[in-house]
């Protein structure tokens, strides 16, 4: 049997792969819900908002390819040709014409319609929630993975980011000093961040001929997008505020936030219906504090994570672990179907 450290969109894809051959296995994940860094909440009148992974782009083949493959549809981000823009505290908002961008893409139905299409494939009793892994250790020719409970596998694969598995899992015998290193140095992808929705019963800025999207250099809101569905049903505006303001209460970020908003759009963003935020840094599956600063994206794709470890039965499969688009959704894609490739290869090799 295979274990998967995690149900984020990495183990769930090598799980599907590995139904999909007949090879057992068992997905853990710590939180109480599958998808990981894929969080696509529900606001007021059920309108989707990703508090998470959200956009892709032309070149992210990997992803669009399996989205092909599960007949699940995207579609373009909506962009205006003039913007809302702020330079500097102390002077006005502009509106300012910006140049044609490439197109950046969501995925029908929300970002999570790709992991619950995947769970959907699998055996339910298959994943279990609320397992925190702190121990894998060696076992004759078996893997020992301690948990909640403890499950004996013929290969594990670390499907969480390398600073997680890094800090908070005890191996036996002890994995590499320059691999654990490096793991400890590796950024996590979304770990800074902080998504913000706000939900609307009528598109206001649609219907007043202003932008949607804003940008700012002072913040605390940073990117602001139309979050419209493709059906143009539901209405949101979603983006990015400065990481720093986690040290705020909820009550002084919403304020700050809503200040900003209303000088940006008018008083009539304040009539939204839902109100979200996500701060990555308090997620305690996603986010561990580092000795040092790192840059965004250090270490991902590092050669070190495509090797294997404990003769070839524990493995690491993530965004952040991935030789393409390492740290996107299109990372973790790839990373998920090669480790179920070569697991599936070594299975029909060993049936020879």
């Known amino acids: 049997m295979v274990v998967i450290i995690g149900a984020g969109l990495s183990g769930l894809l090598t799980a599907y792969r590995l139904k999909q051959q007949g090879i057992a296995f068992k997905i853990l994940e710590a939180r109480d819900r599958i998808g990981g860094r894929i969080n696509t909440v529900l606001g007021a009148k059920n309108t989707p908002v990703e508090m998470g992974a959200t956009w892709f782009n032309e070149q992210h083949y990997n992803l669009i390819g399996l989205l092909e493959e599960l007949e699940i549809g995207a579609f373009e981000q909506y962009m205006d040709d003039s913007v809302f823009y702020q330079r500097e505290a102390n002077l006005p908002t502009e509106k300012i014409q910006i140049p044609k961008q490439s197109p950046s893409y969501r995925i029908y139905g929300g970002t999570a319609n790709l992991i619950n299409t995947l769970y959907e494939k699998l055996d339910k009793e298959s994943i279990l929630l609320n397992q925190v892994v702190t121990s894998i250790r060696q076992k004759d ?75 700012s250099n002072v913040g605390p809101i940073t990117e602001f997008y139309d979050h419209s569905n493709y059906e143009r049903s539901k209405f949101a505006l979603c983006g990015f505020m400065h990481s720093p303001l986690k040290s705020l209460t909820d009550a002084e970020r919403k304020d700050i936030v809503l200040n900003q908003l209303n000088q940006v759009y008018g008083p009539k963003v304040t009539s939204y219906i839902s109100y979200e935020e996500c701060i990555w840094s308090k997620e305690e599956h996603t986010f561990e504090a580092s000795i040092e600063l790192l840059y965004p994206h250090q270490n991902n794709g590092n050669p070190i994570f495509s090797n294997t470890f404990f003769e070839g039965k524990l493995l690491v499969s993530s965004a952040e672990s991935s030789l393409e688009s390492a740290g996107y959704m299109d990372g973790a894609v790839y990373a998920g179907n090669e480790i179920a490739r070569r697991i599936i290869e070594e299975y029909k090799t060993l049936k020879q």
């Open 141 to 215: 020719d078996k893997i020992e993975v301690i948990a909640e409970n403890i499950f004996e596998a013929d290969k594990v694969i670390l499907a969480i980011p390398p600073k997680l598995w890094a800090k908070k899992i005890q191996f036996e015998p002890a994995l590499p000093d320059n691999l654990i290193a490096i793991a400890k140095q590796t950024h996590t992808w979304m770990e800074d961040s902080i998504k913000i929705a706000l939900s609307f019963d009528k598109p206001f800025w649609q219907e007043e001929k202003i932008p949607a999207t804003f940008f």
